[in-house]
């Protein structure tokens, strides 16, 4: 069966633009949960989506953003974007969620802000 | 302040021998821990995990070893094959957390010579 897949694999941007991610779950997946990695503070939790609810959220400002929708994808949205930002954005989809069930990751979408 | 640490950024070990990665933590509500593999340009792959009411799990080559008085846990990898070759990432997770909320530490990046 198709993996998580993401989209795009890369992208730049400006500082001050705004950005979405989109992350497609492996079929039948309802949880999602997407990720920040950076050189400095490796992987990152950023929020968890399940059944089109936010059910936790990392430590990161409200310009980050996501949502699921009815078909479980979700896109993640990052306003007035910061140099620091520049960052791969994983995103991992799981079954139902929980830590008896595996989550599996997408390749990414690699960010550069200039 | 980083609650998991993995304090060797790369470790190089020789095919056939032991590669022991190590991952210290510091908020004892932790209750169950995971390591996962990450290949270049690929997303994180689950590894092994361990809950903490054990302090050792084994699957095939890869046992994992649980010090909760020292809070303290370690991957070992017996033999090392040049496959492995990877950044491992130590992560845990608090009770009632889902692995869709994780905290992960920096990694280890493994090179396993010929």
């Known amino acids: 069966k198709a993996g998580v897949t993401q989209t795009p694999r890369y992208l730049i941007k400006t500082r001050g633009q705004q950005v979405t991610l989109s992350c497609s779950p492996i079929?039948?997946?309802?949880?999602v949960s997407w990720y920040q990695q950076t050189p400095g503070q490796g992987l990152q939790f950023l929020f968890e989506y399940f059944s089109e609810t936010q059910r936790n959220k990392g430590n990161f400002p409200g310009r980050f953003s996501g949502r699921q929708f009815s078909n479980s994808r979700s896109e993640m949205n990052v306003s007035t974007l910061e140099l620091g930002d520049s960052a791969l954005y994983l995103c991992?989809?799981?079954?139902?969620?929980?830590?008896?069930?595996?989550?599996?990751f997408g390749s990414g979408t690699r960010l550069t802000v200039v | 302040d980083q609650q998991v640490k993995q304090n060797s950024p790369s470790l190089s070990v020789q095919e056939g021998r032991i590669s022991i990665l190590n991952c210290d933590y510091t908020n004892s509500m932790f209750d169950y821990f995971l390591w996962y593999k990450k290949y270049p340009a690929e997303g994180p792959t689950f590894l092994i995990s361990?809950?903490?009411?054990?302090d050792k799990n084994e699957d095939g080559r890869f046992t994992v070893f649980l010090n909760k008085s020292a809070k303290h846990l370690s991957l070992h990898i017996v033999p090392s094959q040049p496959g492995d070759s990877a950044v491992y990432f130590c992560?845990?997770?608090?009770?009632?957390?889902?692995?869709?909320?994780?905290?992960f530490g920096k990694g280890t990046k493994l090179s396993v010579k010929p």
């Open positions: 361990i809950s903490s009411i054990k």
């Open positions: 992560a845990a997770s608090e009770p009632g957390g889902s692995q869709g909320n994780l905290i």
């Open positions: 991992a989809s799981s079954l139902v969620g929980g830590l008896n069930y595996g989550y599996t």
């Open positions: 079929s039948g997946h309802r949880s």
